[in-house]
């Protein structure tokens, strides 16, 4: 028996082919970078590989984990769905601008308070998820929560804890 | 004077990794900057059996940025002898060494690896390889494998298989019970799908030295590997592993990106990352599939009378993994009539590893599928079914445990979880659209404890550092450490740090099997113990001499930083004041933790075993099948807790894949292809947020001084054994419909 494969051999043209650059001015944690990045690479792979902001993980680059999730203009996205390229002039938040040692924002403090993490890889992508459900406004309860954070997979099973941490920030957001 | 607090075993302390890990500051293997780093990725094969005819390289190879591809034609020269390529676990038989030949032994097999200056040059050149193959009839269909099984012979066989003794004579027994129950269950394969996926970051120092930044469960079982299989030589290799994301078993031995990586750095002679993608993390460890036919015997009045199992798993052509399947059974209840008998059934996979609680979770989980049948037969509250069968001894091993407070744990789970309100017959609670069952099931996992040193070092600074290659893959390993030494020497934990996870510490085994906190606390309790002696020689230089009459640390209480007579809290020493009257700047000292031979006499006499009860409510839509886990009640016998919080942290990851177990965890082959069909997480399904609702957990009291020196039992494991039974079983007290194959999916419901 004898079989061939010839994988993306439509693409097998292309191969020689110079990869362009393209300027492409983003601005992450505040601070305005003017970058020439290749079409190809995703906001991800910029950040974890490019500019070693490695805090926003990859857990599968295919937009079914969450591990990757940044705010894109306050919004929350999964950068490894996102074309660098496609964000002239936007705004990034990943975790490392979210808080720091010494100045943690509120969500990560609770995350260590509930233990809402265990191996901690999903944890920034968690964390700023859950930021981008209070900045939308529409999860209230338990319920709302869980459901609108479940595009953030933890295989640690750190889920109720993660529930608490969330909710005791959106209370405590509530009451101010 | 008043002894001052104690901070150390026992306090809820928040994990000590914890700011590096919300901050995004904690390095995983993939995270590490290493300068003129070469990006590998990995081209798989797309078949499951056969060999590589051609590997035609022209066109990946003109993608500006590729440097070069690797593969059985140039790779650099790797060891011939297996035992070469042995890691820690020891499976018997022919370990698999990527790139080793032109041989295809399972479906997206490593085959070659293009190196690229970019991440994303490699992976489009990654598509442009094109290779032909010469296929050969392949098997990965388990059913048909069966036909195959076989128990390897004593010398090939595991070195963590317990093979099952029987007692009286099952067969007869069993067929004149008066209440007989008869299935066979099964479990899909699983895999353990940790969040990061595997990867190698290889740092050429150009110096015939390389640090390795490895995904794995142990960082000195790579490094040994390395060394012996590249012939790098073990003094020239460094492996670090400092925060894992995710094991599960699943990184327990080095994964084959470690191979492909090294050989890619010592080819080009350069440093050079390779991380699997997603669908590549289906290509190697996965649980075994099984399959468990179970006959059960009891009296009129209920009693066990006969416990007869027959399981078999599945394995690879290349390697024996095995497990303890039907043993957990036959040790749980009191029945003097037991059999069993295990095979394994090879088929053309990667080998199947270990997975949370190997064995157990798939052994002891099914069999309490078919004690609560039993109990429904008899006409008996499934609870209190399994209290009147209660075992006080290991029932297959007939040895008294250290200690067993599982009665206590049913006792104390079902009262939280209002048991006695359950109504028995199946169907019969409900509640709008949703029937509403309640089920409960016992787990049951090993105690264990392995040979671990750790090392101690107290600057006079007042700063406390402890050290050892353990792996903390989440399990809080870093924290157990600092609050064994916090409560030992009676320092901040905040004044010490805990190192792990770099080959060059102290000798530690791979995290697994629940014996971490065990035996890395035991470990540095000793190395801390050891300073403490130290101390208190020093103290011998201190003025007014309050110790003179103190000849060991047991006569001393470690708190506040300060060492103080037991009884006599005016006469003390502060640790510092000790060191600068003993003229000392710094002390160090490393232990090793081993069972020792009162040990090892308490290891052949008794049982250690952790144990569980729990509780589960399923409520289940009565014409859609849905099935929703509202509750979940576990209690836990597991002896000494050093960490509330973590330890409960843990448990909630074991019912969560548990639940992930029993509704949506299965991976399914392609039997034409030979390949896993759902290799991605959009179609691999594990719990997620919506899936997880109200879990609560309960540690029972459980004093045990004899199982390991710090009384810990170990955590990691028994979360997960049997919820998926107790979910079953609740699916069954809810609908009437009992299903024996695992994860209970809609379809299954629909067609009972
Ligand atoms: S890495 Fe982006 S969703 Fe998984
Ligand atoms: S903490 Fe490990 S995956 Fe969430």
Redesign the pocket.
Known sequence: MSQVFTPNSELQHLAGQPIAEIATTLTINGVERQLVIEPWTTLLDLLRDKLDLIGTKKGCDHGQCG?CTVLIDGTRVNACLKLAVTLDGCEITTIEGLGQDGNLHPLQAAFIEHDA???????PG?ICSAQGLINEGRARTRLEVREQMSGN??????YTNIADAVLEVLESMERA | MNAPQKVGIGTPLSRVDGVA?VTGTAKYAAEYRVPDMLYGVTVVSAIAKGRIVTLNEEAARAVPGVIDIISHLNRPKHAWFNRSWKDELKIPGEPFKAFHDDRIQFAAQPIAVVVAKTFEAARFAATLVDVKYETEPHNIDFETSLAEKFMPGVGHRRNTYHPPKDHGDAERAFGEAPLQHAAEYHLAVEHQM??EMHASTVHWHGDGTVTIYDKVQGSQTSKELVASAFGLGEKNVRVVNAFV??GFGGALRPQWQLHVATMAAIHLQRSVRVVMTRSQMFSHAHRPECTYQIRLGAAADGKLVAVLGDATTSTSRFESNMEDIVTWGMMNYACSNIQGSYAIAPRDTYTSADMRAPGAATGMTLFEIAIDELAYKAGADPLAFRLLNYSDIDNMNRKPFTSKALREACHEGAERFGWAKRSPEPRSMKEGRELIGWGVATGLWEANFMKTSASAKLSADGHLEVASAASDI?TGTYTVMVQVAADTLGLLPESITARLGDSDLPTAPVEGGSWGAASTGAAVQLACQTIAKKLLKAAGGVEGRPFHDVSSIDELEFAGGYMIRRGDPTRRVGLLDAMRAGGLDVIEAQETASPGIGGMISLATKARNTHSAVFVEARVDEELDQVRITRVVIAVAAGRIINPKTARSQILGGVVMGIGMALHEETAPDKTLGKWINHSFGEYHVPAHADIEDIEVIFVDEPDPEVTPLGVKGLGEIGIVSVAAAVVNAIYHATGKRVRSLPVTVDKLLAV
Do not use: D
């Open positions: 591990a993490f265990q191996c901690g890889y999903c944890t968690q997979i933890c295989r640690c099973g750190a | 890990k940790q969040m994301g995710g989440g």
